[in-house]
């Protein structure tokens, strides 16, 4: 395990007086976002920490690990995005579509549009964090989206795979690379896509009342496909929590249909209606 930093042992220290005995939330895959998520209390004890302290407290407390953390500003976001279509500049690619990002955007939190993506050191995307309420549809990046769908049938050719989003574009999810996965198109047209939309109907509830984790999970540091894809839900409010895992297969696997079932009525109790 990594040393932490004296700002780190005293967040950790915080938020186990607040709750560390309660059993930790956990996202799955065994690298940097994994131990971070274990020593901070969980993705919940994270989230915490990014909320309440500033970038740089952040950057200090995360360096340690050997990973950095970077707010984008929408102004920044426009800024990136106008710069990588000017020809011969070189902009950064967090808002671009590539296969692997590059080594400056790796092992980075990156927090875009009040939402936070980790992109593992192998240049994927890792995890998604969110809060719902606020819920407005993010526009979709139809080009990004296919692409992302192509490199699953590429590397699965016995399989149809989709551009999947780990928080849904209904949602508010940021439309491109960080945010997307080769995703069982058939899983997330079914399992999947029926959780996101029962989660549009929290919008009533209280800004931020709950929050949305997600693991997307490898076999191995080159395959572009997640094995698993991990979900979340916690309601701040009560406390109550559900986690899920689904097998990135027809359905999310054998169990799915029962996991996303349970994810709905989690939900409804919520007031998802």
């Known amino acids: 395990m990594r ?9 950790v220290f915080g938020l186990c007086l607040a709750g560390c005995g309660a059993p930790q939330e956990d996202l799955g895959g065994d690298g940097l976002a994994s131990q971070i998520e274990r020593d901070f209390g969980g993705p919940s004890g994270l989230m915490d920490f990014f909320e309440s302290h500033s ?14 953390f970077q707010l984008h500003t929408p102004e920044e976001l426009q800024q990136e995005m106008e710069l990588r279509g000017a020809t011969g500049v070189n902009a950064a690619l967090i808002t671009d579509c590539p296969q692997y990002f590059p080594t400056s955007d790796r092992n980075i939190w990156h927090s875009l549009n009040g939402e936070y993506y980790y992109i593992e050191g192998s240049g994927r995307p890792n995890r998604a964090y969110s809060y719902l ?46 945010n997307l996965v080769p995703q069982d198109a058939n899983f997330n047209r079914g399992n999947w896509v029926t959780l996101e939309n029962k989660m549009a109907k929290c919008a009533s509830l209280p800004a931020g009342r709950l929050r949305y984790y997600i693991g997307a999970n490898y076999s191995n540091s080159t395959t572009l496909i997640p094995n698993t894809l991990t979900m979340q839900i916690t309601n701040q409010s009560s ?6 895992s689904f097998d990135n297969v027809d359905y999310g696997g054998t169990n799915g249909t029962a996991q996303k079932n349970s994810g709905v009525t989690f939900l409804t109790n919520q007031g998802c209606n």
């Open 3 to 11: 040393p932490m930093n004296s700002l780190s042992v005293v967040a």
């Open 55 to 68: 970038e740089a407290e952040i950057q200090q407390a995360l360096a340690p690990y050997g990973v950095g």
């Open 133 to 178: 309420p606020p819920i407005a549809a993010e526009a979709r990046n139809d080009s990004c989206q296919t692409s992302v769908g192509q490199w699953g049938d590429a590397a699965n050719p016995s399989n149809d795979y989709d551009g999947g989003h780990l928080i849904g574009s209904q949602l508010g999810g940021w439309g491109k690379r960080a």
């Open 239 to 244: 406390g109550a929590n559900i986690s899920l």
